[in-house]
């Protein structure tokens, strides 16, 4: 990961707000042979006793599952929007184009966890992707009885005590004021992840060139 200090977000509740807004995260880890793996799957932070954690749930018996079971390291990475980013844009446009993008990596140790804990997960799961509406059908607590013992056999919840949480916010913070403002009005054309990614420029205009 690119560790250029222009390029990095040093508020702590923005991270977390990042992780809320990108939840869909890479976790990637090793088995005992040093063979790589990785799944996709959703994640949630929460702070225990000053510590973070990330918890969510994966499948048994899975090539992840296993890996995990004999290597507890675990990278999670989640990503926002991104986009192509044109050299003629620049105030001087003989220059290399690039890519603006926001991402924060999180590395930690697995435990996995207990049924009680797994039924934790999941009604913290469901209530946050169905925006805590407990009338929902699909959040934990409202699914029959038979359905979920079922399920819960095929799935274990684990968390992962983050030991460093670092990030990449890349949104041209080395370039000066014209190509900025140039930047964000070519971006504002370009689809929703170029709007994105002009908005959280504009909002740190002021913090960029310390108006």
Same mark, same amino acid.
């Given at each position: 990961?690119?560790?250029?200090?222009?390029? %990095? +977000?040093?508020?702590?509740?923005?991270?977390? &707000?990042?992780? /809320?807004?990108?939840?869909? /995260?890479?976790?990637?880890?090793?088995?005992? +042979?040093?063979?790589p793996i990785a799944t996709q799957i959703p994640l949630f932070i &929460? &702070? =225990?006793?000053?510590? =973070?954690?990330? %918890?969510?749930?994966?499948?048994?018996?899975?090539?992840?599952? %296993? /890996?995990?079971?004999?290597?507890p390291n675990v990278l999670a990475v989640f990503t926002g929007h991104h986009v192509y980013v044109s050299g003629t844009w620049y105030s001087n446009p003989f220059m290399a184009s690039t890519w603006n993008y926001m991402s924060v990596h999180a590395t930690g140790l697995i435990r996995f966890l207990d049924e009680v804990e797994l039924e934790d997960v999941l009604r913290k799961t469901t209530l946050h992707f169905e925006n805590y509406d407990h009338a929902s059908t699909t959040i934990f607590d409202n699914l029959p009885m038979t359905f979920k013992q079922k399920v819960m056999h095929a799935i274990v919840a684990f968390e992962i005590g983050i030991t460093n949480l670092d990030n990449v916010f890349k949104l041209s913070q080395d370039r000066d004021f014209e190509s900025y403002q140039n930047i964000i009005r070519n971006l504002r054309q370009k689809g929703e992840s170029g709007r994105v990614i002009a908005e959280e420029m504009e909002k740190r205009t002021g913090e960029v060139f310390q108006m």
């Open positions: 990961m690119y560790n250029l200090p222009y390029h %990095k +977000e040093n508020s702590r509740g923005v991270i977390s &707000e990042f992780i /809320a807004r990108y939840p869909f /995260a890479f976790v990637v880890g090793c088995n005992s +042979e040093g063979l &929460e &702070e =225990q006793n000053g510590k =973070q954690l990330l %918890k969510g749930h994966i499948m048994r018996n899975t090539d992840h599952h %296993k /890996a995990f079971q004999q290597n």
